[in-house]
């Protein structure tokens, strides 16, 4: 059975330490810069990354954006999220407690710009729909989803997928929830068979 949203928050909050020294493989590299590059604000924007972890998209577009909001479940990472935003000196990125389908934006914000970097599919594929369709809500003029996702058939031998704990789905299914949602993929990057990055705008 996959984990809880419990399970997940604390199994991160216990990694958060060592988290960012974890993620120095050439596939994360280029999956982050690639959300990063995407998703790219202009100087007004907010920003709303969801799974934020220790930030790594939210600072790679502070520079760029009037306000980031980093969203995450995980006490831990969010810890060392606000930590290295200090440490930075960083002033215009807010991180706190949200999850996809709840991620507590304040009622008087509008939200330009949603990103996600590997953090999605944690959920189930019923729980990816609603999650893409809760974040479509919010009406941004781009969605930015890096993560693992399927290209071909699912290979555990291959990084990035842990079926223990991880529950990725095809690209087709990725691209489905967003058409429902009302937005259409603009672009599909795939960084390998099981990492991809995917950019939705509204249909309309
Ligand atoms: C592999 S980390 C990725 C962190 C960061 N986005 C990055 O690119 O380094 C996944 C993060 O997603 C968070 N997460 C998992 N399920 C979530 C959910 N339903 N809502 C919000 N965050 C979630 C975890 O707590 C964890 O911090």
Do not use: W
């Amino acid at each position: 059975m996959k984990k809880s949203i419990d399970e997940h928050a604390a199994r991160f909050s216990d990694h958060a330490a060592d988290y960012d020294e974890s993620q120095d493989s050439p596939e994360y590299r280029a999956c982050a810069d690639l959300v990063v590059g995407h998703a790219d604000p202009a100087a007004g924007d907010v920003v709303l990354d969801v799974g934020t972890g220790t930030g790594a998209i939210a600072f790679g577009v502070a520079a760029d954006a009037a306000r980031v909001l980093g969203r995450d479940i995980s006490e831990g990472m969010l810890e060392r999220a606000g930590e290295k935003a200090t440490e930075r000196g960083v002033e215009n990125v807010e991180f706190g407690e949200g999850r996809f389908r709840d991620p507590q934006v304040p009622e008087d914000t509008a939200v330009d710009v949603v990103t996600s970097n590997f953090a999605m599919h944690h959920l189930s594929d019923d729980e990816k729909r609603d999650a893409i369709e809760a974040v479509a809500g919010l009406e941004p003029r781009r969605i930015v989803l890096g993560d693992v996702m399927f290209f071909g058939e699912p290979n555990p031998e291959d990084p990035f997928y842990s079926p223990e704990v991880d529950d990725p789905a095809t690209v087709g299914i990725l691209a489905d929830a967003f058409t429902d949602a009302g937005y259409a993929l603009t672009a599909v990057e795939m960084v390998s068979e099981q990492v991809g990055v995917l950019v939705a705008e509204p249909r309309d």
